[in-house]
């Protein structure tokens, strides 16, 4: 069953911040985000563990809360480079499962 | 700068064709993905890999989709006979699994299926 990502869409200024919600009704072992622009391959973003930190790459960071099996992402003073869909991918148990992705959320950043 | 290739990068067909697209993950990988994007269903993964050795091909319509690591630099997914429901963005990933867990997926560019 697919994660549920929210909001489905989000635009913002540029310099404003966002949240990206991903909530599933699995037991997770780790939550993967990824960004893809049109017509592109999904770029990674940040992987979150069972019993890991809260993860963070520049303005970029994540929370996994694992007794409500939901993950965060969070993005801070958003540049125009963060526009495109954002996609949370879970996965159930350890070693490299195959992900089960949610239905994007789709970032615009305006200048 | 290594990265995943997937060949080729777009396919027009004929339904009823067979139709095979392949991949080569980064040397080194362990694990091999192959995952599906429409727009109606989103990313799916059809199928993976470790070792070259097929973990769970659930994601796939067993009676057209095969997919196969003739050898560690190559991964094939045929589809036989092709219909047009098979449109999609077909995309490969691979990753290197260690004792540590799961780690980032590298995403190929994708094959571009058409079938008419």
């Known amino acids: 069953q697919q994660p549920v990502q929210s909001p489905q869409a989000v635009i913002l200024r540029e310099g404003e911040d966002a949240v990206i919600n991903c909530s599933s009704s699995?037991?997770?072992?780790?939550v993967h985000w990824y960004r893809q622009k049109h017509g592109e391959a999904p770029v990674f973003l940040m992987i979150l563990l069972k019993g890991g930190e809260q993860m963070r790459h520049e303005k970029i960071s994540a929370s996994f809360n694992e007794k409500k099996q939901q993950s965060s992402l969070y993005l801070t003073a958003s540049q125009l480079s963060y526009s495109g869909t954002y996609f949370c991918g879970t996965g159930e148990g350890g070693g490299a499962d195959g992900l089960t992705f949610g239905k994007g959320t789709h970032l615009i950043i305006q200048p | 700068d290594a990265r995943v290739t997937q060949t080729p990068r777009h396919k027009v067909t004929e339904m009823g064709q067979e139709v095979t697209m392949r991949c080569q993950p980064i040397?080194?990988?362990?694990?091999v993905f192959w995952y599906r994007q429409t727009m109606m269903q989103g990313l799916e993964l059809l199928a993976y890999?470790?070792?070259?050795?097929?973990?769970?091909d659930s994601g796939m319509p067993k009676d057209r989709f095969s997919a196969e690591m003739p050898d560690a630099t190559l991964a094939t997914l045929k589809i036989q006979p092709s219909e047009p429901r098979d449109s999609a963005v077909y995309f490969c990933?691979?990753?290197?699994?260690?004792?540590?867990?799961?780690?980032?997926?590298?995403f190929g560019p994708g094959t571009r299926l058409t079938v008419l």
């Open positions: 699995k037991a997770l072992y780790s």
């Open positions: 040397l080194g990988h362990n694990t």
């Open positions: 890999f470790r070792n070259r050795a097929p973990l769970d």
């Open positions: 990933a691979s990753g290197l699994v260690t004792a540590g867990g799961p780690d980032e997926q590298f």
